[in-house]
């Protein structure tokens, strides 16, 4: 009984210490500020560059064996050459090591880390978004394809008003998965000296030399957000699915 | 334009696969003038669908040439998207837009492709609603619609171009027997409005009924042409007597 006792005094101690002393759960509350603004701003950086990118992919495949050789022809084939390079080197690269390149070498003149963060993992996110992207493309119907054609849309109109919104509905959840695996990513971004969540808990168990409460608190912290959003998905799915029919 | 030229030339259209080795369209020669109701019929494998698509450069033809009123639009400096919003399209499988409700369905190409305002398309868009008899369904989703509803919203959605002529691919293979019957009705429709219309289909009796002209084609040429009474009636070739023997 005494023992128990004197257990339960000394987790109130190491609350006490680990998180209200010195307001240190602020580092936890500052880093979950920072880890959601680098999350959605990044995401918002590889929805961009992955549906650009999944839209060269996507022509190039449909059409390239179609096309008259001529200038056109050679654009798009550079501009998938160039596609593939990029899906290549950042599938195949940690993205800790491509934050560093981009802090140190490519943006060692910035001096906003969280610019230098969001542009690391738009980047990286992009990739992984462009194929989700791009199998979304390739399920819409050739004949939705042939249908804008024929009323006289060109190439880009018809991406844009009638394969692009249906593809975009048909990835949706995966597209939100995306953004669930990047709220975790973001969590090596201390490696570039960004105080977000993960990096918050590092330093209070810097200061006060107990890993325990800090790290199980960070974890319990993601957990719950990741929760959250799994949450979100789940029910945005349903609702995709009762509005097909 | 005058009035007797052809609204579409075609001149020895050749379509070939694997560099000559099968020939979709072997040598396609016609002239469709305006107000001309030319069906297209022959076994599958035939070139029907094939000559249909090439006629909106859906299909590029890989030789011969194809002119629409006037202009060759099988030439590489042709816009051909200028020109197919004066052909109106309707496919087997209908490619109506999911996403859209059936107005918007409707009202987009004219809307971002001929600058109208979203009343006028609207007005347009209701108008011809009324006359296939769905007016009430033009917020409702493609996805709520029977097959042959589906397809009457088809053809409105490219009439709503105002277009000079209407290419028909198989419009009724998909359907329903019992609902083939409210499309073909529409298409008679159109035709009586002396529309000029190019189509591919399996239904003799609309031939027979609504055709100004019957193409029979076979193994990608054109093996015989006349009205629908000379082929119907009086077959020419041992290729349409022994289809015809089939079908019919």
């Given at each position: 009984m005494e023992g128990l006792q004197l257990w339960w005094e000394g987790i109130q101690k190491q609350f006490v210490m680990n998180f209200i002393a010195d307001d240190r759960w602020k580092y936890l509350r500052d880093g979950l500020v920072v880890t959601l603004q680098l999350t959605f701003c990044a995401v918002l950086i590889g929805i961009v560059i992955g549906v650009v990118i999944a839209m060269i992919r996507s022509t190039h495949d449909k059409n390239i064996n179609e096309m008259h050789k001529g200038l056109g022809s050679l654009i798009l084939k550079f501009l998938n050459f160039i596609a593939k390079v990029y899906l290549t080197v950042i599938r195949g690269t940690p993205v800790v090591v491509q934050l560093m390149i981009m802090y140190?070498?490519?943006?060692?003149?910035?001096?906003s880390k969280l610019l230098v963060g969001t542009i690391a993992f738009g980047i990286n996110s992009g990739a992984y978004v462009a194929e989700i992207v791009r199998s979304g493309i390739m399920s819409v119907d050739q004949g939705q394809f042939e249908a804008g054609r024929s009323l006289g849309f060109n190439y880009v109109q018809t991406m844009r008003y009638i394969i692009i919104p249906q593809a975009l509905k048909t990835v949706l959840p995966t597209l939100a998965n995306e953004f669930i695996v990047l709220l975790k990513e973001t969590?090596?971004?201390?490696?570039?000296a960004m105080q977000d969540l993960t990096k918050g808990g590092d330093i209070i168990r810097g200061a006060t030399f107990s890993p325990y409460m800090p790290l199980f608190a960070v974890a319990l912290i993601y957990l719950a957000m990741v929760m959250f959003f799994t949450f979100l998905v789940n029910r945005l799915e349903r609702r995709l699915r009762n509005s097909e029919r | 334009m005058s009035g007797n030229e052809a609204l579409i030339r075609v001149e020895n259209l050749q379509k070939h696969y694997n560099k000559g080795v099968i020939?979709?369209?072997?040598g396609i020669n016609t002239e469709i003038k305006k107000g001309e109701v030319v069906v297209v019929i022959g076994?599958?494998?035939?070139g029907k669908s094939t000559f249909l698509r090439c006629l909106n450069l859906l299909e590029v033809p890989t030789g011969g040439h194809i002119f629409f009123e006037g202009v060759?639009?099988?030439?590489?400096?042709?816009?051909?998207n200028v020109h197919r919003q004066r052909m109106g399209m309707v496919f087997q499988h209908f490619n109506l837009f999911p996403h859209m409700t059936i107005l918007k369905n409707m009202t987009i190409a004219p809307m971002k492709l001929q600058g109208k305002s979203e009343a006028e398309a609207t007005e347009m868009a209701m108008s011809l609603l009324r006359r296939v008899g769905l007016?009430?369904?033009?917020?409702?989703?493609?996805?709520?619609?029977?097959g042959g509803q589906k397809q009457r919203i088809a053809i409105v959605r490219a009439l709503c171009m105002q277009p000079e002529v209407m290419l028909f691919d198989e419009p009724t293979s998909a359907l329903d027997p019992e609902m083939v019957g409210e499309v073909l009705e529409v298409m008679k429709q159109l035709a009586k409005e002396n529309m000029t219309m190019v189509v591919v289909t399996h239904e003799m009796g609309f031939a027979r009924e609504v055709g100004t002209r019957v193409m029979f084609m076979a193994d990608g040429k054109q093996v015989e042409e006349g009205t629908p009474e000379e082929i119907f009636t009086d077959p020419k070739s041992e290729r349409l007597q022994s289809f015809l023997a089939k079908v019919l």
């Open positions: 140190y070498i490519i943006l060692a003149s910035s001096s969590s090596v971004a201390g490696y570039i | 020939k979709a369209l072997d076994p599958s494998g035939s060759d639009i099988t030439d590489a400096k042709t816009d051909i007016e009430d369904r033009a917020n409702a989703y493609p996805s709520q619609l029977s």
